[in-house]
């Protein structure tokens, strides 16, 4: 959909001796100081596919800022491209000419700023339907796709309104209605809840997790609140000193953070909407899952966290049944559980079976509710493991799974040295 | 040695400014006159349109529209003023006058708002050229209008229009200070908006920065007329009508009333102007905030 190649944006009257500088191998602050250019950007490359949620999270000053205004050139690239995929296929942002640069701005590159950014003399209707003025849509039509969107956004019958006469969260929605009524596929998204209040600001993310469910956009957001950018990325680039120092999707920036810069961030991060199930869960043939014994067409195994619960998993590689004090626990898909109330006393006449993709905190509720290890299974409900509380902790605590554990810890450790 | 203490000083070297600056006159006026006449044409021709209808709208007619308007943009205060005031000045037997004066006002007002506006938005995109204009909006602000009325005669001979012109030297500069000033206010956030969407520069400037830049355009407006009312009793000492005639008249034989009647006519024609102006700005105001 959109694709950047080793873009730069240096700011200062001969960006050209600073790019060179940058080539042979010489630093931001170095290159500052030699020359007074401030490299904003520095070589910076993805690629997003239809429909990804990409959010770039970083500090002020990281470059983030700029990098967005890159890619729909309010911000000129000093070199680089951004190719942006239309109907008369792949096109460069940084090459087109004006008019056509008009264009691509009209028809496929919206956007949404931190402050709004409202025309405040303008209905929110008409604020709604600048984008389509600007591409020439009649009147009547332009009203009635206004309507439509702020209908979807939640603000049916505030059109006449003016934008003042408006919270902060609802005019962003209108900041946000204007850029989905444009059409455009590409989403370009400026801290756009940054200058919300905490619970409007959640209230916002979870709009824009439904919207985008619903509208299937590309998008570009940038935020300097990692919880945002875990609650709503598909993928996450954190961004240092105007480079990308980690991308990657949430649960692999909380769990392998590749940096100190990044450890430092997740440090303080909530995991348990992040991680998931099979991640935490360890392997049958982990070395904390004893074989009991083997049966006919199954073997028998057990958690040694809870060794007194007994899982007999077929050679299918599906799960058989669950013995615990000597009766049978049925297996039990873990929504049918957390619809019931917390009951006083964790049962153990169920287990619990969870998909691979769901969250920690799906399963530290499975466990509200059921004292039995938890058996995350793939799509083909064969067994990929097991979860007590052992693991559930490890991973509150340690924000890390149990199957890629010495594969990380180097990792983070050198980034602490470092 | 007195000679250093003294102006006596300056004596070995003359600058004869004085004669440069009416050679520089003399030599516009035998060369361009013409010129400087043909300038004229469009201000007579907003002058006498302006005029005709004042003269032709009658005087209970006009109250009531001018009551309305108040009414409308200002509150019945303003309203309740404005009828009192006209009928006043009719009272007096100065309506005639005074609907000379609003038409002077008027194609003053009208010609600063077509050559400021565009003067204005230039100066607001370009530095170099706010540079350049400064000090000679400077020179027109600050320079007596009694330095510049004989040039104007020479150039445009005395009369209404003369009036006119040397109102809009005067009258101009507030108009495009605050036009630029607003342009630069408008917040850099929703320009920047606007360019994300696509639009083009007139689009920015039409359908943003001079919407959001209207209330300080306003009252750029406003301070125009307010200049321009000022002019009326200058104007009138190279030949214009209306309201300065009485006041310059009287002045001169000593008609303390003739003269008294006159000046209570021009403030009350500008304190109703003014109300109405800044009702318009600050409406827009409130509307936009």
Known sequence: MIRVESLHKVFGPRPQEALDRLAQGEGKEEIRRATGHVVGVQDVSFAL????????MGLSGSGKSTLLRCLNRLVAPTSGHVWLATEEGEVDVAEVGARTLRRLRQEHLAMVFQRFGLLPHRSVRDNVAYGLEVQGIGRAERRRRADEVLTMVGLEGWGRSLPAALSGGMQQRVGLARAIATGA?????????????????????????????????????????????????????????????QVGTPEKIVTEPRTAYVADFVAHADPTGVITARTVAVAPDHERVDELRREPGARVIAHRTQADVEVVVGDDGRVQAVLADGARAAPTPVDELLAEPIPRAR??????????DRTLRTL??????????????????????LVTERELIHAI????GQNGDAATEPAVAAGVVA | MNAWRTDAVFDPIRVPLDRWFADAISWLTLNYRPAFQAMKVPIEVILDGVAAVLAWVPPVAFIAIVAALAWRWAGWRVAAFSVAAF???????????????LSMVTASVLVCLVIGLPLGVLAAR?????????????????????????????????GTVAGVIATIIFALPPLIRLTDLGIRQVPGDVVEAAEAFGSSEREILFKVRLPLALPTI????????????????????????????????????????QAGIGGLAIVLVAIFLDRLTQALGEGRRTKGA
Do not use: C
């Not at chain 2, 204009?133 to 009694?146: E, H, I």
């Open chain 1, 49 to 56: 596919e239809p429909g990804e949620f990409f959010v770039i």
């Open chain 1, 185 to 245: 596929k590409v989403l370009l998204m400026d801290e756009p809840f940054s200058a919300l209040d905490p619970l409007i600001k959640v209230q916002m993310q979870d709009e824009m997790i439904r919207l985008q469910r619903q509208l299937g956009r590309t998008i570009v957001f940038i935020t300097h609140d990692l919880d945002e950018a875990l609650r709503l990325g598909d993928r996450i680039a954190i961004m240092d000193d105007g480079r990308f120092v």
């Open chain 1, 347 to 356: 049962g153990r006449d169920r287990a619990p079976v969870v998909r691979g």
């Open chain 1, 364 to 385: 530290l509720e499975a466990r509200t509710r059921v004292n039995l290890p938890l058996l995350v299974v793939d799509d083909a409900d064969r067994l990929v493991g």
């Open chain 1, 397 to 400: 605590i340690e924000k890390r």
């Open chain 2, 87 to 101: 009928t006043l000045i009719g009272m007096v037997g100065l309506w005639r006058l005074t609907m000379v004066t």
């Open chain 2, 126 to 158: 370009s530095d170099t050229f706010r540079g350049l204009l400064r000090p000679v909006l400077d020179v027109m602000q600050t320079t007596p209008a009694f330095v510049y009325l004989v040039p104007v005669v020479m150039l445009f001979s005395i």
């Open chain 2, 218 to 257: 306003m009252a750029g407006v406003n301070q125009t007329i307010m200049l321009a009312l000022s002019m009326v009793v200058i104007a009138a000492l190279i030949g214009a009508g209306g309201l300065g005639r009485p006041v310059v008249e009287g002045l001169n034989a000593l008609r303390i009333g």
